[in-house]
């Protein structure tokens, strides 16, 4: 069965400094891989997600992740931290055995930026 | 709608009530999917509908919680006999089609507090 851990559930940074959220992933097949942004009071937003090809893949706002199989990890990164991206972070896999996008969820990292 | 619509954004209600959360999702979505969001649970997926096929209730905590989907459209969460421990935000989320790679567009939730 497919699982996440998220390693850190604050960090905290100053502003422009670098953003690294960890997320390593367990599963038994080549994972479809996703980071979401959650800021206060609102729903999900995707950030990014991985699912075959290029390792090293950009989403929005600046963020980008990298997957590592040797490694089994997915750490989002953004080179320049702001102040609005201040937010709930959850990276998450998809569960193969329903053969459709049934999202596993770690238990998130809530990124504090500080002036 | 631009959206996944949710309603109520806030709901209220005594212990041993029954209540109705409200989902629409983004016209055209095929796949409907109702996660819930609560402290020291993280993110649990509850129920999948995609089109006319039999809906993955695998999530479902209780025999209390029940879902429909009418018309292939909205759907319906429903709690009976609420208990405290259902407090928790519920999470509505759509997607264009099935398959595991395919980005899953939420709501901003409803705020569900028993008291």
């Known amino acids: 069965a497919q699982s996440v851990t998220q390693l850190g559930s604050h960090v905290s940074v100053s502003e422009g400094a670098l953003v690294l959220l960890r997320c390593n992933y367990s599963?038994?097949?080549?994972?479809?891989l996703f980071w979401y942004v959650q800021y206060p009071n609102q729903g999900l937003q995707l950030l990014l997600k991985?699912?075959?090809?290029?390792?090293l893949v950009k989403g929005i706002n600046g963020f980008e992740a990298e997957f590592k199989k040797s490694e089994t990890s997915f750490h989002l990164t953004k080179p320049s931290a702001h102040m609005s991206d201040a937010a709930e972070y959850f990276c998450?896999?998809?569960?193969?055995?329903?053969?459709?996008?049934?999202?596993?969820f770690g238990a998130g990292t809530r990124l504090a930026v500080h002036p | 709608g631009a959206g996944v619509s949710q309603s109520p954004s806030n709901k209220v209600t005594e212990k041993g009530k029954d209540v109705e959360l409200r989902c629409d999702p983004i016209?055209?979505?095929?796949?409907l999917y109702w996660y819930r969001q609560s402290l020291g649970q993280g993110l649990e997926f509850l129920i999948y509908?995609?089109?006319?096929?039999?809906?993955?209730k695998s999530g479902l905590p209780s025999d209390r919680f029940s879902a429909e989907r009418t018309g292939g459209s909205v759907s319906t969460l429903t709690i009976q006999r609420t208990q405290q421990e259902d407090s928790a935000v519920y999470l509505c989320?759509?997607?264009?089609?099935?398959?595991?790679?395919?980005?899953?567009?939420f709501g901003q939730g409803t705020r569900l507090t028993v008291v």
């Open positions: 989320a759509s997607s264009p089609r099935q398959g595991l790679n395919t980005e899953a567009f």
């Open positions: 599963s038994s097949v080549p994972p479809y």
């Open positions: 991985y699912t075959t090809g290029a390792t």
């Open positions: 998450a896999v998809s569960d193969e055995s329903g053969g459709y996008n049934k999202l596993i």
């Open positions: 016209s055209g979505h095929t796949a």
């Open positions: 509908f995609q089109g006319n096929s039999a809906p993955d």
